[in-house]
């Protein structure tokens, strides 16, 4: 959900026409996407907060990332 808001507020253009390039990149159907605003539009808040989340790990450089801790093998 946060993903299909968050690539919308990136695109550019009336809301119609990013639903119709997004439909289009990522072979949705336009009425999935208008789902998707109808229900921002009742959990505006906490969408929002999950897409700023989501950016921050992308910004994320590998080595900033947690590391798994070290497999001794086998058990």
């Not at 690539?7 to 208008?34: F, N, T």
């Not at 789902?35 to 907060?49: K, M, S, W």
């Not at 900033?64 to 801790?69: I, T, V």
């Amino acid at each position: 959900m946060w993903e299909v808001v968050g690539r919308l507020m990136e695109l550019d253009g009336s809301e119609e026409h990013r639903i119709a390039v997004l439909a289009e990149e990522a072979d949705l159907h336009p009425r999935l996407i208008r789902l998707a605003l109808d229900y921002v539009a009742v959990h505006r808040d906490e969408v929002l907060e999950r897409i700023e989340h989501n950016r921050q790990v992308l910004r994320m450089t590998p080595s900033s990332l947690p590391q798994p801790e070290p497999n001794d093998g086998p058990s």
